[in-house]
């Protein structure tokens, strides 16, 4: 299984057998191993956190289905997923990487299924708060931008 944080705090935190749960200052250090909120300082961490919820996906979970109403956005904390859309390769998404991003950024459906490949232990962003984030905060939404920038480049060179 892939992890995120080394260390005995993280290590504490990843084993907390509590499920949508909200998150502790103990996160913080798992919130800070995460790219895509590597640039954010402490202050907007803990922002991150309070509204950011947990979730565990069984092996083989359907997590996201294409064609579904998107309402959620997931940060892959421990485990892998993989996305398995109708045209192009299969790909894996490991811990510290996120999906959901694009049914809620244009308001559309979901664009590919999104399978727990193991145990999945996920952070989960409401709608209306990654909305919220992605307006205050810029950094994020650069680095949001990036990642959708490099997957393009990968999908267009696979397909
Ligand atoms: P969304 O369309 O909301 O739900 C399915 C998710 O799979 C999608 O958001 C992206 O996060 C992810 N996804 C779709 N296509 C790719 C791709 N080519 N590479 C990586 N992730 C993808």
């Known amino acids: 299984m892939s992890q995120l944080a080394a260390g005995p ?6 084993a907390s057998p509590r499920d ?4 502790d200052r103990d996160w913080l250090t798992v919130l800070a191993a995460v790219p895509l ?10 922002r991150v956190a309070s ?12 997590i996201v289905r ?29 811990a510290g990487q996120f999906f959901g991003e694009m049914a809620l950024l ?16 996920a952070l989960t962003i409401s709608r209306s708060a990654f909305g919220k984030l992605l307006k205050s905060e810029p950094t994020l939404a650069n680095a949001l931008l990036r990642t959708l920038a490099g997957r393009l ?7």
């Open 9 to 14: 705090t993280a290590r504490a935190v990843l």
């Open 20 to 23: 949508s749960g909200r998150l």
């Open 37 to 46: 909120f590597g640039e954010l300082s402490r202050r907007h961490l803990k």
């Open 51 to 62: 509204l950011a919820k947990t979730r565990r996906f069984a092996s083989g979970t359907a």
């Open 66 to 94: 294409k064609g579904d109403p998107g309402t959620v956005f997931y940060v892959i904390i421990d485990g892998s997923a993989r996305v398995v859309a109708a045209k192009g390769r299969a790909r894996r998404l490991k």
């Open 106 to 121: 244009d308001d559309s459906p979901r664009s590919a299924d999104v399978v727990a490949e193991d145990e999945v232990l």
């Open 153 to 159: 480049r990968a999908a267009e060179a696979s397909a």
